[in-house]
């Protein structure tokens, strides 16, 4: 390169007069450089050819073995750089349940020649406190075509619009550093003190045993118990009523007339016509998605946050649902059916626009920490709700224009916010906080419990008669044993001649009040015949034999 003869810098930035013209990209490769038209490089007239250049690709090539020819055509190599691109530049969350939060999946991918080195993932903006690297941060590295997870969780702080910046520094020389844009919404949290809260009317239909404040702001009823007992406050602006065989561990106070039965035990305060505090109910609002989702029969399916429209568990099916946000249309989980939910990351709440059914036996499991992260679930509903019976149901319940109904022989633990909330003969409800755990289900569909009713410790051994006898299609067997039995504890049902027909239960149990639900099938699944059956008990050395007649 010399005066007369200046590099290229760019394409007819200069003109090329010499024989022998320097070729020099200042650019890295940046721009094509190509001889010109009157260049005396090559001689007027020449008649030049194509060969290929195994190094440098296609170029001209005079004819004559003695070319006059100073330089040549040839295309430049591209040089090897990296190439950040990510699958969006801007991240939504939505609404997200102060207490609660979400998560976010960006993928890093480098779509150039040369290792991408993002050495750097910084979140800035107003509220880049409220938005966290869950995992996948900065630094890493990229070999060409392949690509990288970055997670951020959004946690509000408070209600309303948030949002923040994630910038990515890499060595990619002219998207250095990416930006990506972050916002959410904050939603005030839907909750409350009560184990049931309705607007309308509650009716307590002979429980076996509940624990929590219950409130109305219009009517309560207790009726007939079971007998029942209830550990916990009871307040209604207006009518409240106590029939026979009812306890309840807790004061008692009407707004309205208190009718108080005979056989009925209150241990606090009992008070018609006195002041009672009228209480708001929340009142949820959202929409769901479009699209469907059914879990087969005998199937398992995993459901990421998101936007959905009917959502079915079919019987026997189990879907796992994770920390985040669901909108649903409906969700129906039908007979034996699992919805299993995860809030090791964080809480969840399903939002169900119309109907929410839990079918025979349906279940809801949360892990890891079970029955304790109850308040963890929450479930917001616009239309009714419905639990069947045998069902165990876990969460917090907020419906307030429409009813919830709890079958018989339903395990609840949580809380329940609706305009009316009937409770089922012999259901178990309790609050979040309350001791207790969620009945066990055992390989034959039959239902053990372990009630709060074991925070007192049964003083000796004991069968209970079954409930009912005579009974179709099912019975509750109950069983007191005082200190725990290393041998393990049977429970058998056999027909009159002393055939086996199903063992409910067989191990160890721990010392306790326990109960079993015998469906009124034999250990092949199928349903027996009228009659009267025996079960029997043995755990140590107390062996107990009692009678039930099964009428068809």
């Known amino acids: ?65 003695k070319p006059d020819v100073g330089a040549y055509e040839s295309p430049l190599p591209l040089l090897a750089v990296p190439d950040i691109a990510v699958n969006s530049i801007a991240l ?20 150039g020649g040369a290792a991408l080195q993002v050495t750097a993932t910084i979140l800035s903006g107003a509220n880049a406190s409220e938005f966290a690297i869950a995992s996948g941060g900065a630094p890493f590295t990229l070999s060409p075509g392949t690509s990288h997870n970055l997670v951020l969780r959004f946690t509000p702080a408070s209600a309303g619009s948030k949002s923040a910046s994630l910038s990515l520094t890499s060595n990619d020389t002219d998207e250095s550093p990416m930006k990506v844009a972050l916002s959410g919404t904050g939603r005030a949290a839907l909750s409350n003190a009560y184990v049931l809260l309705a607007e309308n009317k509650i009716q307590i239909k002979g429980q076996r045993l509940s624990a929590g404040d219950i409130h109305s702001n ?27 065989y009812n306890t309840v561990n807790g004061n008692v106070k009407a707004g309205g007339q208190l009718v108080v039965e005979n056989d009925v035990t209150i241990t606090g305060t009992a008070s018609g016509y006195s002041s009672v505090a009228y209480v708001n109910l929340p009142t949820p609002s959202f929409s769901a998605g479009n699209q469907n989702v059914t879990v087969a029969k005998w199937d398992k399916q995993s459901l990421a946050p998101g936007y959905y429209r009917d959502v079915k568990i079919e019987t026997d099916g189990t879907l796992f649902l994770q920390n985040g946000e669901y909108f649903f249309k409906s969700l129906e989980v039908k007979d034996r059916a699992v919805l299993a939910i995860d809030v090791t990351n964080g809480a969840a709440t399903i939002n169900v626009v119309a109907a929410l059914t839990f079918r025979n036996s349906a279940k809801t499991t949360i892990s890891p920490e079970g029955d304790n992260s109850s308040s963890l679930v929450t479930f917001n509903g616009q239309g009714a709700v ?52 969620a009945p066990k289900w055992n390989a034959d569909g039959n239902q053990t419990a372990e009630h709060a009713e074991q925070a007192a410790a049964a003083m000796q051994y004991e069968l209970a008669q079954n409930y009912p006898n005579p009974f179709n299609p099912s019975t509750t067997i109950q069983f007191s044993i005082p200190e725990g039995v290393a041998n393990g504890v049977t429970l058998q049902i056999f027909d009159m001649r002393g055939a086996l027909v199903k063992t409910l239960v067989a191990g160890a149990l721990r010392a306790g009040r326990h109960q079993v639900v015998w469906n009124g099938t034999n250990k092949n699944g199928e349903h027996v015949a009228s009659g ?21």
Not at 35 to 48: E, F, T, V, Y
Not at 96 to 103: F, I, Q
């Open 1 to 65: 390169e010399t005066a007369s003869q200046p590099a290229v810098l760019s394409f007819g930035a200069n003109t090329k007069i010499g024989a022998d013209p320097l070729f020099v990209s200042t650019a890295a490769g940046n721009e094509n450089l190509h001889l010109q038209n009157a260049s005396p490089a090559i001689a007027m007239g020449m008649d030049l050819g194509v060969a290929e250049d195994l190094e440098r690709g296609a170029r001209p090539q005079p004819v004559s073995t």
């Open 92 to 111: 939504e969350w939505g609404e997200v349940t102060l207490g609660s939060n979400a998560t976010q999946t960006l993928v890093v991918s480098n779509t």
């Open 532 to 552: 009267m059956y025996l079960y029997r008990i043995q755990a140590g050395s107390f062996v107990q034999t009692k009678q039930m007649l099964l009428v068809r």
């Open 386 to 437: 419905v639990i069947e019976d045998n069902a165990i149901i876990l969460g917090a319940f907020i419906t307030p224009a429409k009813k919830v109904t709890l079958g018989k022989d339903v395990f609840f633990k949580g809380s329940i916010t609706a305009r009316d909330i009937i409770v089922g003969d012999r259901t178990t409800f309790m609050y979040h906080t309350s001791s207790g755990a």
């Open 218 to 244: 219009n009517e309560l009823l207790f009726d007939t118990g079971d007998p029942s007992t209830h550990t916990g406050n009871a307040t209604s602006l207006g009518k409240a009523t106590i029939k026979k």
